[in-house]
């Protein structure tokens, strides 16, 4: 099942900026975190910033502390 929900989700947001990371020991996937990337400019800032979103979070049960 995470294998599948993985894949399904990572297809779906190929088309967004974002980022992802599995969390993997040999075959198995503990765990993996998905976010997306808003780049938001504020003209009354010196400093841009990068904001974004975490949209999946996924833990295995065997690793949760």
């Known amino acids: 099942m995470?294998?599948?929900f993985l894949t399904r989700t990572c297809k779906k947001s190929a088309s967004i900026v974002g980022n992802y990371t599995v969390?993997?020991?040999g075959p198995t996937i503990l765990g993996?975190?998905?976010g997306i990337i808003q780049?938001?400019?504020n003209q009354h800032d010196v400093i841009d910033?990068?904001?974004g979103r975490i949209t999946e979070l996924y833990v295995d049960e065997v690793v949760r502390g």
């Open 49 to 51: 910033f990068t904001f």
């Open 32 to 34: 993996f975190v998905i």
């Open 39 to 41: 780049e938001r400019k």
């Open 2 to 4: 995470k294998q599948s």
């Open 23 to 25: 969390a993997v020991d």
